[in-house]
């Protein structure tokens, strides 16, 4: 495999990321109409005409994808792809709360740091604009609780636990089939430092 590299989303991506999570989560958990509203809600308008992609890709120069990590600056989302949301446990508001909707990584390059790499180059840029916290949906069956246990590792703390969190996804689960009867937890990481340190 050549060298892979980390880098922001860009529109020529999407039917690569569509076959890749077709082969990575399930057959249609996201359309290509879906990944283009995904590519609007990661930028980040800075100003009129400085923007920044928060969703970030693993990829080998020639653009063939081994990895993606979906993430949404604060104020562009308002919802998981499923249903369960606590907002009101969580130490700061919606409209200064991050989204990480979904990290995914090729299954042979599992256990290799990717996903945490991706994560920490999102975390990275969600801090340079000022977000305040990042909130997620784990997914509770993974393997030997792999998801958990790398959100864990990054300071992600439980909320709530949301059972059959993607049911009324119109996908083919890789562990259930249709419908998904998966467990999500809802998971919170406070990016804001605590009061009385810089």
């Not at 082969?23 to 359309?31: V, W």
């Not at 609780?145 to 996804?169: M, N």
Request: aromatic letters at 10%; charged letters at 20%; a neutral charge.
């Amino acid at each position: 495999m050549n060298a892979l590299e980390i880098r922001p989303l860009t529109l020529e991506d999407l039917p690569a990321v569509k076959s890749f999570t077709d082969r990575a989560i399930g057959d249609g958990y996201y359309s290509l109409p879906e990944l283009e509203k995904i590519h609007q809600q990661s930028l980040f308008h800075a100003g009129q005409k400085d923007q920044k992609m928060l969703t970030l890709v693993l990829s080998t120069p020639e653009k063939q994808i081994f990895g993606v990590r979906i993430t949404y600056p604060p104020g562009q989302w308002s919802h998981g792809k499923g249903k369960g949301l606590n907002p009101g446990s969580w130490p700061h508001p919606l409209s200064e709360t991050a989204y990480f909707q979904s990290l995914f990584i090729d299954p042979e390059l599992t256990a290799h740091g990717w996903g945490k790499k991706l994560s920490l180059k999102a975390m990275e840029a969600l801090l340079q604009i000022h977000a305040k916290g990042i909130v997620c949906h784990s997914w509770k069956e993974s393997p030997h609780d792999s998801s958990g246990r790398y959100l864990r590792g990054l300071g992600f703390q439980v909320i709530a636990t949301h059972p059959l969190y993607w049911k009324e996804v119109d996908y083919t689960c890789t562990r259930c089939g249709k419908p998904c009867l998966c467990t999500a937890e809802e998971m919170y990481l406070d990016l804001a430092p605590a009061k009385g340190t810089s």
